[in-house]
């Protein structure tokens, strides 16, 4: 059971914007960045924010995250068919010293 | 390019050990720490274990503490980890990733592999 916990699934049509939570406490997202991943189908995961809030290079802006207090979202707008994917996010957890992911949320395009 | 490469996965006994090896290119290894990740089938992402870059730092998660060991040789530009004692529960795709600070303050995992499959199994 993983501490840091996201809606098992979202759903949008395409062009609409979604967003994803993610809720942790003061142990993790609290007092630590997040960072986002997302995996489409068959394959590894890929960073898409990090530091909370910063985009790698080659990440489109229509991706974006913030952070308030324990919890994280990750927004995604002018959704694509191409966008259809599990998302994650992750933090470190000083209880724990170890780093943990989120439960994961499903992207589903309408 | 930056790439990881990970290979040494396989189907072995419960009980049994095994060796993961990942060779990064396109990037100063040295200047990087590394990370195992896995994915049980199905499931979702677990994160194993880090090393710093010079790897005088290293973490497990609980699941794997006491069993696992991560590793590096710098001069070959290769993380390792190397898995006892294994159990069913084991079984996992396991990638790894790059984070690009010698450190570990601020943890993410930039670039991943593609993975190597795990199975324990009797």
């Known amino acids: 059971q993983s501490v840091l916990t996201q809606p098992p699934s979202v759903s949008a049509a395409p062009g609409q914007k979604v967003t994803i939570s993610c809720s942790g406490s003061t142990s993790n997202i609290g007092n630590y960045f997040v960072s986002w991943y997302q995996q489409l189908p068959g394959t590894a995961p890929k960073l898409l924010i990090y530091d909370n809030n910063k985009r790698p290079s080659g990440i489109p802006d229509r991706f974006s995250g913030s952070k308030s207090g324990t919890s994280a979202t990750l927004g995604i707008t002018g959704l694509q068919t191409g966008d259809e994917a599990d998302y994650y996010c992750g933090t470190w957890d000083s209880s724990l010293s170890a780093y943990v992911f989120g439960t994961g949320t499903k992207v589903t395009i309408l | 390019e930056v790439q990881v490469l990970e290979s040494g996965g396989g189907l072995v006994q419960p009980g049994g050990s095994l060796r993961l090896s990942c060779v990064a290119s396109?990037?100063?290894?040295?200047?990087?720490?590394m990370t195992w990740v896995r994915q049980a089938p199905g499931k979702g992402l677990e994160w194993v274990s880090v090393i710093s870059n010079n790897g005088g730092s290293t973490y497990y998660a609980d699941s794997v503490k006491g069993r696992f060991t991560i590793s590096r040789d710098n001069s070959k530009n290769t993380l390792y980890l190397q898995m006892n004692s294994l159990r069913v529960e084991d079984t996992a795709v396991y990638y790894c990733a790059n984070f690009p600070r010698s450190g570990l303050a601020g943890l993410y995992f930039d670039n991943w592999g593609q993975g190597t499959l795990v199975t324990v199994s009797s």
């Open positions: 396109g990037f100063t290894f040295r200047n990087y720490a």
